[in-house]
Structures are given as C-alpha cells and as structure tokens.
C-alpha cells in the first residue's frame, strides 16, 4: 500500500524566506503527483501537478520537483509571504491515476 | 466558471442515523471521488464514479455509499454513523478523457460532518 509522509509537520519562518517542503512515498509506481494548499477549515486548492515522467514544474513562486526512482518530492517556496502561511499537502496517484494518496501536511506559518 | 460546489457545509448528526452529502462537479468534469479528512490528518480516499457507476473503493466499510446521477453530480450516503465518522468529506472532480496525460483534480470546500 502506497504511504506517504510529509516533513516537517510544522514550519515557521520569517517573511521573505525561501522554504522546501519535503514529501516521500513508498511506490515509486506512480501515475503523477500533486501539491496542494489548504487553508483552515477550507478545501484543498491545486498548486502543482507533476507526471511522472517529469522532473519538475513551476508556477511563480513555486517550484516543486520529483524524483520518481528514489521516492521524493519538494516544494520550494521563494520569497514567502504571510499569504502563504496555511498547510501544504503532497499527494501521488497510482497507475490508473484515479485514486490520490496524501499525506499529513506540513502547517507553514509565515511570521510578517 | 462554477467549481466544484458541496452541500452542506456543516451538519450535526447523533450517532445511528444517516447522512447524505451532495456535490455538483466542475463544468466539463464528469469523474468525481470523495475522501473523507479527519483533523490533523490527510484525506482518504473512500471511492470514484463516473458514468454512474462506482469504480475504485478505498478501505471504507459499506456504509460508506454513494450515487451518480446523469447530470455527473453525486451523493455520499453514510448509514448508522459512529463518532469516529465526524470528519471533512471532501469531494473532487476531474475529467475522465486526461488531455496530454493531465489529471488535476478540482476539490470542493467540504461537508464537515459532526456525529454525537
């Protein structure tokens, strides 16, 4: 069974800070992965989506990367900004790419 | 463009009873999949429908059902509720015809669901 675990749980910075975010999974048999952003109490808002058989994508401040063959995937955050304070959820899909699996978040705290 | 819309927001509900929880896709999206989101943790995944049919089933017991109607929208029905169901019950859309291999999926704002 695909598990997938997020580290650090919890990360505070000051603003302006550049940050990664770190996700590992356990099958590397994966169709493609997604970074989302949730906010509390709220849905989850797509940031990134990389296939599998890219190494990176980018979107503004954001650049998350994947390697597939060793399990692991960052989110790097440039230049943070209080806006951005909210939990950040890696998760993989497997080879039919119908079911995601997630892992627990890392909460990002940005302190103005 | 509309996203995807979840009702309701909030509901409160005694442990035994029946629930029902309701999503409308995003336009164009004709797939849609319901997790389930405890606090503190990430969402599972409980199943998938699309052309009215459930397709893949995470490891949720079979009070956990649902429905698609013709219209792509969809229900969550969830029987004799036990505490430990009180959860965020997400619902995510995509299109099921992946264009260049794509397939983000569209996530609503949530059911929060409380049992007492």
């Known amino acids: 069974k695909q598990e997938v675990t997020q580290i650090p749980a919890a990360l505070s910075v000051p603003e302006g800070e550049n940050l990664v975010l770190n996700c590992s999974f356990t099958d590397s048999a994966i169709y493609n992965l997604q970074w989302f952003r949730q906010d509390p109490g709220k849905g989850l808002t797509s940031l990134l989506l990389?296939?599998?058989?890219?190494r990176e994508q980018t979107s503004g401040r954001l650049n998350a990367s994947l390697d597939k063959s060793s399990g692991r995937s960052t989110l790097y955050i440039a230049a943070s900004q209080p806006g951005d304070s909210a939990t950040y959820l890696c998760a993989v899909s497997g080879n039919t790419g119908n079911q995601f699996y997630f892992g627990t978040g890392t909460s990002l705290t940005v302190i103005p | 463009d509309a996203g995807v819309t979840q009702s309701p927001t909030h509901l409160i509900k005694t442990r035994g009873q029946q629930v029902t929880l309701r999503c409308s896709p995003k336009?164009?999206?004709?797939?849609v999949s319901w997790y389930q989101q405890a606090l503190g943790q990430g969402p599972q995944f409980i199943f998938q429908?699309?052309?009215?049919?459930?397709?893949q089933r995470g490891n949720f017991p079979d009070r956990f059902s649902g429905h698609q109607f013709p219209n792509y929208s969809s229900e969550l029905n969830v029987n004799a509720l036990l505490l430990g169901d009180s959860a965020l019950y997400l619902c995510a859309s995509r299109r099921r015809q992946l264009l260049s291999g794509a397939n983000v999926l569209t996530f609503g704002a949530g059911s929060r669901l409380t049992v007492l």
């Open positions: 990389i296939q599998s058989s890219q």
């Open positions: 429908y699309y052309e009215e049919e459930e397709r």
């Open positions: 336009s164009g999206h004709d797939t």
